[in-house]
């Protein structure tokens, strides 16, 4: 149990930093050219654990569609937004709105899904809310400068909690690894397409630091930690280890602190208890139901 906690806490640190090394690695590269790199690596990385694991399997055409999407909307338009967003947005801000993923993943499962929306839910995403605002305003609520970089950060977190709408829908049919490879790819085509002409100017670091960290980052974050994370989350309670997912912004602040030199301010912390509550309330009390709906049946 200790060892299925410590490696769950070093995916949380791993995601943590991202925002941060996120960051560094736009103003060295341009986001769509990031974007197209960083999939390549990542894509490399899966065929090499599909491999080895003897995954790679065809697929029927209408799941293929339906991973097609999920590779337009969940890979490349994610993946792009984040680092367009990081060109000009705070990291620690941007960990907090992406914080609240579950509760917009939520809101579009009780849309798209069926799933109970209840009042505790509804409750603890205005509670997330107010910190959002809390931190956006820096706690000044008589003026709001929203940074352009955030409404792309955004669109990340709407795209996310997509991805996992429908990852969670194709996952009843098709093994978890095989639709993060295929829709991967598909991101990587598309990245393909636009890596050398939706920036201007063009930029791409020739420092030898600056690939090693775009190539370890890719691998670690996106292939190594969500191996770790798939393998030891169901040794663990569930509760406890959505507690720890919920760390990032926290892990995100210590990373600006350390490595960027950035201040960690009053409102942000202020901002953090309350989005971190209001995850935590909503989530919980979807859990609590769905134990509930199964000791029924």
């Given at each position: 149990?200790?060892?299925?906690?410590?490696?769950?806490?070093?995916?949380?640190?791993?995601?943590?930093?991202?925002?941060?090394?996120?960051?560094?690695?736009?103003?060295?590269?341009?986001?769509?050219?990031?974007?197209?790199?960083?999939?390549?690596f990542i894509v490399l990385f899966l065929i090499v654990i599909s491999s080895f694991k003897g995954q790679i399997k065809r697929i029927n055409k209408a799941d293929f569609l339906i991973i097609f999407l999920l590779g337009v909307i969940g890979v490349f338009i994610n993946q792009w937004s984040f680092f367009e967003g990081l060109k000009t947005a705070d990291p620690t801000t941007s960990a907090l709105i992406l914080a609240t993923t579950p509760i917009?993943?939520?809101?579009?499962?009780?849309?798209?899904?069926?799933?109970?929306l209840t009042l505790r839910m509804l409750f603890g995403s205005i509670v997330a809310i107010i910190g959002i605002f809390f931190v956006v305003t820096k706690g000044s609520f008589t003026s709001l400068q929203v940074d352009k970089g955030l409404l792309w950060i955004v669109v990340t977190m709407v795209t996310f909690a997509l991805m996992i709408i429908i990852t969670r829908l194709l996952s009843q049919r098709i093994d978890p690894l095989i639709i993060t490879l295929y829709s991967n790819i598909v991101g990587l085509v598309l990245s393909t397409l636009f890596a050398f002409s939706l920036d201007n100017p063009l930029r791409i670091s020739s420092d030898l630091?600056?690939?090693?960290?775009?190539?370890?980052?890719?691998?670690?974050?996106?292939?190594?930690?969500?191996?770790?994370?798939?393998?030891?989350?169901?040794?663990?309670?569930?509760?406890?280890?959505?507690?720890?997912?919920?760390?990032?912004?926290?892990?995100?602040?210590?990373?600006?602190?350390?490595?960027?030199?950035?201040?960690?301010?009053?409102?942000?912390?202020?901002?953090?208890?309350?989005?971190?509550?209001?995850?935590?309330?909503?989530?919980?009390?979807?859990?609590?139901?769905?134990?509930?709906?199964?000791?029924?049946?």
């Open positions: 149990m200790v060892k299925a906690y410590s490696w769950l806490t070093f995916c949380v640190i791993v995601w943590g930093s991202n925002f941060v090394f996120g960051k560094i690695l736009v103003q060295s590269f341009s986001p769509a050219l990031l974007t197209f790199l960083r999939l390549f917009i993943t939520g809101l579009l499962a009780a849309l798209f899904l069926k799933e109970k630091w600056d690939w090693l960290l775009l190539i370890s980052t890719a691998v670690i974050v996106h292939g190594l930690a969500n191996l770790i994370w798939t393998s030891y989350i169901r040794h663990v309670n569930a509760s406890k280890a959505s507690v720890l997912s919920n760390l990032e912004p926290f892990i995100a602040m210590i990373f600006g602190f350390i490595l960027l030199h950035k201040p960690i301010t009053g409102a942000e912390i202020v901002g953090s208890f309350f989005i971190v509550g209001g995850v935590i309330l909503s989530t919980y009390q979807r859990k609590r139901l769905y134990v509930h709906e199964e000791s029924r049946k």
